[in-house]
């Protein structure tokens, strides 16, 4: 039986799924998203240390495993959706690894985003253990683009609470490219191009950032009478800042016919 105290959301039959809040938090954090998902059985817990449970040690990963399937048992969930935000979302995927098969799905926000280096690597590392699996996947959030590009196969972009893009990680790194321009003088003014995110001017350079480039914005970027049209390489981080970056179009990929039907950008957006 559990020592945790535990705070029930929803409907006694809506669906259940365990929830875990983050080091200093508590089990009624979790109010703001059962409103939202008014469906289901949110299992919050107060995890050892925190909130009416049990202060005493030990507080390791061990441990608080331990108390959740004890929690899990309580409450009938023989396999059950777990999230997890920050230190919560490390205890879930400890608890993927310890015991599997209680896992339906794991939602990780920011998973123990104040881990020293070597202890994120860990957790990271764990990550694509739990998801090596066919039939595990993990739902990860994170401000943290670098841990993104390691572990994630899939993305989903938001920006506003719009979703702006939902592919494949190497879909959507190969999808935004900078160009860099040389000139012998003062570049030229910029016409229409579609897709334009970015251009920004210096001296004699001018780097053109665009989604989804095609044979028609090379012609266009050669047409300039640029001494040398170079693309720059581009990792996730830097292709993500630049879709959503606030000069940009502001424009939308959600699939690869996306790209057929871009709008035209003015030149006055992207222009620096």
């Not at 210096?202 to 693309?231: F, H, K, M, W, Y």
Request: with cysteine.
């Amino acid at each position: 039986m559990s020592v945790l105290n535990v705070h029930l959301f929803g409907p006694d039959d809506g669906r259940p799924v365990v929830a875990l809040h983050g080091v200093t938090g508590h089990a009624h954090r979790w109010g703001v998203l059962a409103e939202q998902l008014p469906e289901l059985r949110l299992v919050a817990v107060d995890l050892r240390g925190h909130g009416r449970s049990p202060k005493t040690p030990p507080w390791g990963f061990e441990q608080h495993v331990a108390d959740v399937l004890a929690v899990m048992d309580d409450h009938g969930l023989e396999r059950a959706p777990l999230i997890g935000h920050s230190f919560g979302g490390a205890i879930a995927l400890h608890l993927a690894k310890a015991a599997p098969d209680r896992v339906e799905k794991l939602v990780l926000v920011d998973p123990a985003l104040g881990l020293d280096p070597v202890a994120r690597r860990s957790l990271l590392e764990s990550m694509v253990y739990v998801t090596r699996r066919a039939d595990r996947t993990i739902l990860f959030s994170s401000h943290l683009l670098s841990d993104v590009e390691r572990v994630a196969d899939y993305v989903g972009v938001l920006d506003r609470s719009v979703l702006r893009a939902q592919c494949p990680l190497e879909a959507f790194r190969g999808r935004v490219k900078q160009f860099v321009l040389h000139f012998p003088s003062k570049p030229p003014a910029l016409p229409p191009i579609r897709g334009l995110l970015h251009a920004r001017r210096s001296v004699n350079e001018l780097r053109v950032t665009v989604a989804n480039p095609d044979a028609e914005t090379d012609r266009i970027l050669r047409s300039l009478g640029a001494t040398s049209v170079d693309e720059v390489p581009f990792g996730f981080e830097e292709a993500l800042i630049g879709y959503l970056g606030d000069r940009g179009t502001g424009g939308f990929f959600l699939d690869v016919a996306a790209a057929e039907s871009a709008a035209p950008v003015t030149t006055e957006r992207g222009a620096a």
